[in-house]
């Protein structure tokens, strides 16, 4: 069975989500401001949901890290029925809005957790840390994308295979945040991760308008 971003965007009320206008201009439910999210990153959804998705073909395990109100790992689940998953966020209001949608879809390879990613324990075939950590507007924000993937690729469960970290990287065309090459694999060797030699090159254009380019960065033990 293959559920489209389009089939999941309906079956979500994504579709029927409020504006921009609506969505800044008062306060307005979770559920609407989860639809709004969805809506709004949808850009980037179609590119990099179907790569990982791929990729997770055959997986025992995931978790998905920071994984906000989960229309990405709803996705994945529907797409990888034998595999099941854990979804982990902080903030309450997302892990409640993620569970009404696991019940609504009915949804079994999906469990949902409130916790903090730096403190999560136990080990996970695949470890996804898609969009949880990187905020390209902090000063220290390579420092802090280098400590994060060091320590969550601890969660990899090097005994499984397939078993891998996955960490995209995608920015607006010549911000001065372009990863090199060099710096990934460096960060990679310390973890103890080969650089998958076929992470997925992609680009999209965000709902402003402005060209982004990215990659799939995808560490195998
Ligand atoms: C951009 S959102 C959702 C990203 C989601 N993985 C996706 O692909 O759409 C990032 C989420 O990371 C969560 N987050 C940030 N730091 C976290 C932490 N230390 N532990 C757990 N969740 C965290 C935030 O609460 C937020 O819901």
Redesign the pocket.
């Known amino acids: 069975m293959t559920t489209t971003i389009d089939e999941l965007c309906e079956q979500l009320g994504v579709t029927r989500a409020i504006s921009e206008d609506q969505f800044k201009g008062r306060h307005v439910p979770y559920d609407l401001q989860a639809k709004w999210y969805d809506r709004h990153?949808l850009p980037s959804t179609k590119v990099v949901a179907p790569i990982v998705s791929e990729r997770l073909q055959g997986v025992e395990t995931v978790v998905?890290?920071?994984?906000?109100t989960g229309?990405?790992v709803l996705y994945y689940a529907l797409n990888n029925l034998e595999t099941q998953f854990l979804a982990?966020?902080?903030?309450r209001n997302?892990t409640d809005q993620l569970k009404e949608r696991v019940k609504k879809l009915k949804i079994r390879n999906v469990r949902v957790q409130t916790?903090?990613?730096?403190e999560l324990h136990g080990q996970y075939a695949a470890v996804m840390a898609?969009?949880?950590?990187f905020y390209p507007s902090e000063s220290n924000a390579m420092t802090q994308w280098r400590t994060s993937c060091l320590h969550l690729s601890r969660l990899v469960d090097r005994t499984k295979s397939p078993a891998f970290f996955v960490v995209p990287f995608y920015d607006a065309l010549g911000s001065r945040y372009e990863m090199s090459e060099a710096y990934v694999l460096r960060v990679f060797q310390k973890a103890q991760l080969r650089l998958d030699a076929t992470s997925s090159s992609f680009e999209f254009n965000q709902c402003n308008g402005e060209h982004w380019i990215g990659r799939i960065l995808c560490g195998r033990p």
Do not use: Q, T
């Open positions: 990153s998905e890290l920071g994984s906000g229309f990405r982990i966020d902080k903030d997302a916790r903090d990613m730096y898609i969009d949880c950590f």
